[in-house]
């Protein structure tokens, strides 16, 4: 036996630049097994139309082995064992080249947008829609670079390649949804989202028992966060969850709470000029905050800016803090005011540098830390 490597794919993005995989993607790696073993088994049997089965151990020739890794992100080699021969090469070598090549050329139309993608077969399909789904925004996986042309996978390339399927109207991704609770039955939540649309989700026993404590007089002032798989129409609209793997219930004050809650605002809310924060500033914000806030942070309070920022304030004490996020400046702004003595400490950092807004967060985690000390309180 010896080891061919077929495909190095290499994640890039925010959470690969210290050369680690979250252990979540392995899925993605084990669902491109599906894809090259089912594309590969379609063209042998469509090769060989005489034959009843494939070849005793095609199947678990197929298998991708994780042969070593690779810093530049993250390279993860992904080989196939091959059996020696002295009289050409294994067929399922043959196969997994050429399923590997069809997958790359089907994404590049995708990423390319022009042309018809390639005929890919049925069983393929479920393992093609679990690749990739596990990427965030500003996240790609590279399946080649050669000739000049990058060929990688991002959510959009995803989205585009899945809606190209004939017949396809909508598509699966990993969501997270903050909504209050409509209703809850033993298998089934039903949600609320920021625009009133009701969205149902499946319970498990164990998520169920999260919620008994809950009376159903406080089902629609109940905030959640759900982590899970959403289905979603052409237009991006989730439609239900198909899968749900955390609940948490949330705080009232909590900033992805407010933050939910400034969806719903339209331009002109300020005497006709004030300008309603894009979801993606929001996001970008509670994003931010997920990183940022623990439990010895006191939780903000959250107010839109006339320009479609949004500013959070602390006042403990004397020290009148505040951190806005200006989408038109592309900055954020901390300020610390000591009422008694005027001393004021100022930063500022770009909204989409993570080093910096990293960096930013832990001063202002420092700065609560040293307050509470200065006050000589377990909790401020």
Not at 71 to 78: E, Q, R, T
Request: with cysteine; charged share 30%; glycine share 8%.
């Amino acid at each position: 036996m010896k080891t061919e490597i077929i495909l190095s794919p290499r994640f890039t993005g925010d959470r690969f630049v210290n050369h680690t995989l979250p252990i979540a993607l392995f899925k993605d790696l084990e669902a491109l097994q599906g894809v090259i073993s089912e594309i590969a088994r379609d063209a042998f049997i469509r090769a060989h139309p005489g034959r009843r089965r494939l070849p005793r151990g095609f199947n678990d020739a197929l298998a991708l082995h994780l042969a070593k890794t690779e810093d530049g992100s993250f390279i993860p080699h992904l080989a196939v064992l091959v059996s020696s021969t002295l009289v050409g090469e294994p067929p399922e070598l043959t196969a997994a080249r050429s399923a590997r090549d069809l997958f790359i050329d089907a994404v590049g139309q995708a990423q390319s947008e022009g042309g018809s993608p390639p005929s890919l077969p049925a069983a393929a399909w479920p393992y093609i829609e679990r690749f990739g789904r596990g990427l965030h925004d500003g996240e790609a996986i590279v399946l080649t670079e050669a000739q000049g042309r990058k060929i990688e996978l991002t959510k959009e390339v995803r989205r585009r390649l899945l809606l190209a399927r004939a017949g396809a109207q909508a598509l699966t991704d990993e969501v997270t949804v903050v909504a209050r609770i409509e209703g809850v039955q033993r298998t089934m939540i039903t949600l609320a989202l920021h625009d009133d649309r009701i969205v149902p989700a499946p319970l498990t026993d164990a998520h169920f028992h999260e919620l008994e404590e809950l009376r159903v007089g406080d089902f629609r002032s109940t905030w959640l966060q759900v982590d899970g798989v959403g289905l979603f129409d052409r237009a991006g609209q989730l439609q239900r969850l198909d899968e749900v793997q955390k609940i948490d219930i949330l705080d009232a004050e909590d900033p992805s709470v407010q933050l939910e809650r400034l969806k719903s605002m339209k331009d002109g809310w300020l005497d006709g000029r004030g300008k309603a924060p894009t979801d993606a500033t929001l996001k970008r914000i509670r994003e931010w905050f997920d990183e940022t806030l623990t439990d010895r942070i006191p939780l903000p309070r959250l107010f839109p800016t006339p320009e479609g920022g949004v500013e959070s304030e602390w006042l403990i004490g004397r020290l009148d803090i505040s951190l806005e996020f200006d989408p038109q400046a592309q900055r954020v702004e901390w300020h610390a005011l000591n009422l008694d003595t005027q001393e004021l400490d100022e930063r500022s950092a770009p909204l989409h540098d993570h080093e910096a807004l990293r960096d930013l967060g832990t001063h202002m985690a420092l700065c609560f830390e040293q307050l509470r000390s200065a006050r000589g309180l377990d909790e401020t």
